[in-house]
């Protein structure tokens, strides 16, 4: 079988360096000297990442994402890896409306769900607190979580388990001890996307942070609107860093295409 052809190799490339160009950009900004984001910068420097952590307000709101993220990931991953068990391996009455309700955030826009999550969540005087956002979250990253872990199940051999049970294996046992340990790599990539998703959370978040509890894509928008150096350019590299690190630890554990494939065995 014959590989791409120079034609297609040469629009691949155009496709990925108009991609990450922008990236490219945010990163040259980085280290601008300039006082305004220019570019080409005039001079390159560190002074934006000094700047960056002397500022109080995004490092606060940095601190609360981290917080969150990690509760977020836990809560999704016991909802969703619950929620997709039973609807793979158990069969009942509403099956197939259960799972439409589960996924139907998916579909809807994020700005739908943030105003009926601010108009709830006011009613019961949550609004503007950690328990909030950690509910908004939840509504993003669960349909995620059990989209995964529904292919992983579904990719599971019946048979593995069957055996398992007829040894003698407590239907908990089995779950704990052959199931889980099987779908791992679809653990793995549940929980990097939970933590991804709840740290870039914007738009929901919008709806529902408060004076202390200001998440940091909603407080990097905050500062954008009244200023234009390169500080948020600084910023913004530190978190692509630390998004491709996620990604290159789910790739150094298990691998990226098996984690987002078939999360089987």
Known sequence: M??????LTVIATLIFLVVLSPIAVVFILAFSADNFMVFPPSG??????????????????????????????????????????????LDFLGRDALRTFFLAPLLLPA????????SFLTGLRLSGTISALVLGHLIVTVPFVIRLMSSAFTALPDEVEAAAATLGARPSRVIFRVTLPLVRPGLIASAALSFLLSFDETVISLFLVGPQTTTLPVEMMNYVQGRTDPLIAALSALVIVGTLSVVLLVERLVGLARAVGTGGA
């Open 44 to 89: 390159y420097s560190l002074r934006w990442f000094r700047e960056l952590f002397a500022n109080e307000q995004l490092l606060n709101a940095l601190w609360l994402s981290l917080k969150i993220a990690p509760l977020v990931t836990l809560l999704s991953l016991l909802i969703g890896t619950s929620a997709a068990l039973a609807l793979e391996k």
């Open 111 to 118: 700005l739908v769900l943030g105003l009926a999550l601010l």
């Open 2 to 7: 014959n590989g791409p052809g120079p034609l």
